[in-house]
């Protein structure tokens, strides 16, 4: 038990030690481009399904502030009303720009082909991938541009302002976050071109188009199931910069609202963010768990353990920073803390094993991994 204990305070406080590093080095977004010439800028948003968020999606990015943009949506064969309420919205003098997904050939996940064909269809210099569920401030595209030109980025990747409000979100929403936040120093992303040192968001990815060719573009992600992560790896593989950083209050997602959405949301894609290993996968989960749970289980054998209390306090820093720097719940991250962890360590789990057996399913599409195609 005193080993464990010590491992467990030595985890807690490494993970507290690479959330404060990202807390003080994350860089600023900028205000304004020192550059005379402002780039054409296309906003390219994949929709399938979305009649609850697609209205409220495109009027903030219609609302934006910058002067260069269009703005392109791609209903992937929806069999609700986001189409016809897209065709509403143009009809009604919005300047937005509708396709009509092709079907979805073999070889290729659903999502990597919508935003291939909006690749295809965009005349832009920079290239912003956005979901459908996400909402903008209005100078999300102006300081996204003004960011990239001044750290000459070639994929500047935005993690959004999470929207919680049901309690599934928040016990599992933060603690996917914290997984980012707490084991690898976003800085590092930038500084070092290892591909190893990667991370990004499909909710708001931009990139300067000739980055985005460098890379291969979303057709040499066909098949990847986590492809915003193998897109930033194939950007360093590719010589270009990449940028990753927190959209407080200027991007903002609410991914899911309520338990079962967020089960099979989370179900999706939380194996495929440890790259569908076993090793590494059971690595993190047993990190997580000494590091996030063990200390509460503890607590009622050993007592006040100098080293145990180290541990507790950890953990209530790591959710205090989480709240303040990153704007995730305070109070029930603290009070449920552990709770979230073993809630989101299950999703994991069966992340695994519907990933392995093939029984992922997403938006009315099962999801064929292995290179093997959706069937929708």
């Known amino acids: ?126 290239l912003i991938f956005t979901d459908a569920d996400t909402s903008h401030a209005r100078d999300a595209v102006r300081k996204t541009i003004a960011t990239m030109q001044t750290y000459s980025a070639g994929l500047l990747s935005i993690f959004p302002q999470q929207i919680t409000k049901t309690l599934a979100e928040k016990l599992v929403v933060p603690v996917v976050n914290l997984l980012l936040y707490s084991t690898l120093p976003l800085r590092f992303a930038y500084w070092f071109s290892s591909p190893t040192l990667a991370a990004a968001n499909g909710q708001w990815m931009a990139f300067t188009r000739t980055a985005y060719q460098k890379a291969g573009g979303h057709a040499a992600v066909r098949n990847k199931i986590v492809e915003d992560v193998e897109m930033s790896r194939r950007i360093k593989r590719a010589g270009e910069r990449l940028l990753v950083m927190p ?39 047993l990190v997580l768990f000494l590091a996030c749970v063990f200390p509460y289980f503890a607590l009622l054998y050993v007592g006040g353990d100098p080293l145990l209390l180290v541990a507790l306090i950890a953990n209530f820093l790591l959710r205090l920073v989480l709240a303040l720097r990153f704007k995730l719940p305070l109070i029930s991250g603290i009070l449920l803390h552990p709770i979230g962890v073993i809630f989101t360590q299950l999703i994991a789990i069966n992340s695994m094993i519907k990933s392995r057996t093939g029984n992922l399913t997403w938006r009315n599409r099962t999801i064929a991994l292995h290179g093997k195609a959706e069937t929708g």
């Open 1 to 126: 038990m005193t080993l464990l204990i010590s491992i467990s305070a030595a985890l807690s406080i490494l993970l507290l030690g690479i959330i404060i590093f990202n807390a003080l080095t994350i860089p600023r977004f900028r205000e304004e481009t020192d550059s005379q010439e402002l780039p054409l800028v296309s906003l390219l948003v994949p929709a399938r399904n979305e009649e609850d968020n697609i209205a409220r999606c495109l009027k903030s990015l219609l609302s934006q502030d910058y002067p260069r943009l269009e703005i392109i949506i791609l209903d992937d064969q929806s069999t609700d009303n986001t189409a016809s309420i897209v065709d509403r919205m143009i009809a009604g003098g919005d300047n937005i720009r509708l396709l009509r997904g092709q079907p979805l050939p073999a070889g290729w996940l659903g999502k990597n082909w919508a935003c291939h064909q909006l690749s295809e269809a965009a005349s832009g210099e920079t």
């Open 247 to 285: 959209g407080n209050n200027l991007v903002f997602c609410r991914m899911y609202n309520d338990w079962r959405g967020v089960w099979e949301g989370f179900s999706k894609n939380l194996f495929g963010l440890t790259g569908n290993t076993y090793s590494t996968f059971f690595i993190f989960m």
